[in-house]
């Protein structure tokens, strides 16, 4: 098993008051994301957990990709990996803060 | 249900995950999760197969409010390593059903999605099993229905199926599936002229949901709707029979009658046929109403058993 | 041990106890007077609906009689039987109520020992051994969820990579020292000595209301996390 974890300065937080959600489930091509609301404003997190190793850059890529457009300030996202392809991990990423932030999916 | 219910309470039960599944029973608003994902109780026994784990360990319970009033629930997640029993995933339903037992006025659901024992920590949750099943037994000897819910897409087979069998009553879909050994490990065990697994057919004839409701192994029928699993669920806990020594020799009277009815039956149409269906070949095929309405009169007078 | 030479052990004044078919039926006296049935199966014996109904149909004869013998069930069975008649007729019902009518049994007053002698697995295990109230074992019993072989299809993993992991853990392969560490089983009988001393002492124990086999498995170190998840649920539903 890998563990990665990425953290990001951003500009603002994230809305609403959710403090916390879960989206997705750990299948294969799929992921579940846990996301909480532990965090100062301008701070984001990203954990990963994922028994597919030697991927590091491209989830570096993908998180930065989704921090710069969402802006999750606050916010610790939690990920158990199995076995998903980029876009499904970017799609349960942006899930998972409008999840929190209080919108339905 | 309420007039502003979520996208998903119309949608598919088998397509739903156990969370939505979930959400979807209970009153809005009215579920409290115990032990949830944010507590990262996960299984300790994955790692040693480099596999990954979930944060709730594919079993989600808590208690909620159906129409007002508070039960207890459990909800498998069958995509997660087969919805299959592992040592936390089990003790989670151990736990509610033993204060279900205690507390006695609330029933409890079981969302089954199961292939039966996780493998990885088989021997944890073969005995989670026996443990489940006896705290089924206590719960409702203290009075507390406990109704089975099977429809989801890893059905509800191996020890998932005896939980099954010790519920005050269960309801199937058209997908759900009931059966202690699954379709490849009797062909691998039997051949293929027992049984073909890739037959699915003969998967859905001999253990898919209309047959169970046929043969008594479930006491309703839902469509493949959130609704429709809520309808089943409310009726079958006012219905639940009591746990008492009437009751089990009924069983055993009504499982007597099913060898001595059907032992000879060499497939699921003969069973049928032998019921008193005109058309058994055609069942498969029926619409949600049409097999309702074909399995109520084919039904025996209503039993004591379970 | 043999059935045979077990019985002979367990009622050294005789017994009424008889074999058909692989199923073990009857009754006899425990030297210190206590009238016990007993029930099981013999001979490595796959467990479907025939043998089942037969089981459970024992079990509630000593019910009904109502004189709260204890009833022992003697194990060495194959899984359940694998076939088409026996899922096609609902084989999960015939398993549960045996199990449901064991359980039923010890709650009302007739406790139920189980002592695993020889092999069992899957359903069978479940059904049998694992319904009753104290479960014991004979050295040499070798009970399973599955053999590895059949696990190594299943998980895509080689035999031999399944029994390297073996070693650092006791939660998944098969045998009597892995099942007992996860609780599972009370205690191993010693066979030179008398079968009837140990399973009275067994049966003078005071009565367990409490389902501790997850405890016992928290102090065995087999399962580290069940007694205490099991706990915290149960207090958060009676805590709301």
């Known amino acids: ?105 | 249900m309420n007039s502003d219910a979520p996208w998903w309470s119309a949608h598919s039960w088998f397509g739903a995950s156990a969370r939505e599944r979930v959400r979807g029973l209970l009153d809005a608003d009215s579920f409290e999760e115990f032990i949830g994902p944010e507590h990262r109780e996960m299984s300790p026994h994955l790692r040693v197969f480099d596999l990954p784990e979930q944060f709730d360990d594919g079993m989600i319970v808590g208690r909620g409010l159906l129409d007002n009033a508070p039960v207890l629930i459990a909800a498998q997640e069958g995509r997660f390593m087969g919805g299959a029993f592992g040592e936390v995933h089990g003790a989670k339903l151990t736990g509610l059903l033993r204060a279900a037992r205690d507390i006695r006025s609330m029933p409890v659901l079981i969302l089954f999605d199961t292939g039966g024992v996780r493998l990885q920590e088989a021997n944890a949750g073969e005995l989670a099993i026996a443990e489940i099943m006896r705290a089924v037994i206590e719960a409702r000897l203290a009075g507390v229905p406990v109704v089975g819910l099977v429809g989801g897409r890893a059905g509800c087979y191996g020890g998932g199926s005896l939980i099954a069998g010790c519920c005050s009553a269960v309801a199937v879909s058209e997908q759900g599936r009931i059966s202690v050994s699954g379709p490849e490990v009797i062909e691998t065990n039997r051949g293929v002229e027992e049984f073909d697994s890739k037959d699915r057919a003969l998967v859905w004839r001999t253990m898919g949901g209309k047959h169970r409701r046929l043969i008594g192994g479930a006491e309703m029928y839902a469509d493949d709707t959130v609704p429709s699993f809520r309808d089943a669920a409310r009726r079958l806990i006012e219905r639940a029979p009591p746990m008492n020594v009437a009751t089990l020799a009924a069983e055993q009277y009504r499982l007597v009658r099913r060898i001595e009815r059907f032992g000879a039956c060499a497939d699921a149409v003969d069973v049928w046929r032998s019921m008193g269906a005109t058309e058994p070949q055609a069942i498969p095929a029926l619409a949600y109403q049409e097999f309702v309405a074909l399995a109520d009169r084919l039904e025996e007078p209503a039993h004591e058993a379970r | 041990m043999r059935l045979d030479e077990i019985l002979a052990s367990l009622f050294p004044n005789g017994h009424e106890v008889v074999l058909d078919h692989g199923l073990i039926s009857g009754h006899g006296k425990l030297p210190g007077g206590a009238a016990v049935a007993v029930i099981g199966v013999d001979g490595r014996t796959a467990v479907g609906i025939d043998e089942a109904i037969r089981l459970s149909a024992n079990v509630l004869d000593v019910v009904r009689r109502g004189r709260n013998d204890a009833i022992l069930v003697l194990i060495d069975s194959s899984s359940q039987r694998m076939s088409k008649r026996d899922e096609l007729l609902g084989l999960s019902e015939f398993l549960a109520h045996l199990a449901k009518c064991l359980i039923f049994a010890d709650c009302m007053g007739s406790r139920t020992i189980g002592l695993l002698y020889g092999h069992t697995a899957a359903g069978a295990f479940i059904a049998t051994a694992m319904a009753t109230r104290t479960l014991a074992a004979l050295p040499g019993a070798d009970p399973a969820v599955m053999d590895l072989p059949s696990m190594s299809r299943v998980t895509k993993l080689p035999v031999e990579v399944l029994e390297e992991k073996a070693k650092s853990t006791p939660v998944f392969a098969p045998g009597l020292e892995n099942v007992a560490q996860t609780g599972a089983i009370e205690a191993v009988l010693d066979p030179t000595i008398s079968l009837a001393i140990q399973v009275e002492a067994l049966l003078a124990k005071p009565p367990e209301t409490a389902d501790t086999r997850d405890r016992l498995g928290e102090e065995r170190h087999g399962r580290p996390k069940a007694a205490d998840i099991a706990a915290r649920v149960y207090g958060l539903a009676r805590g709301s």
């Open chain 1, 1 to 105: 098993m890998e563990h990665l974890s990425y953290r990001h300065a951003v500009r603002r937080r994230a809305t609403g008051s959710k403090r916390k959600a879960l989206v997705g489930v750990v299948a294969s091509g799929n992921l579940e994301v846990l996301v909480e609301r532990v965090l100062p404003d301008y701070m984001c997190e990203v954990d990963i957990r994922t028994a597919a190793a030697g991927f590091g850059e491209i989830w570096r890529l993908v998180v930065a990709d989704f921090v710069e457009r969402r802006s999750p300030g606050g916010l610790k996202l939690s990920i158990n990996d199995g076995g998903a392809r980029p876009d499904m991990v970017s799609l349960r990423l942006a899930q998972a803060v409008r999840a929190v932030e209080g919108g339905h999916l």
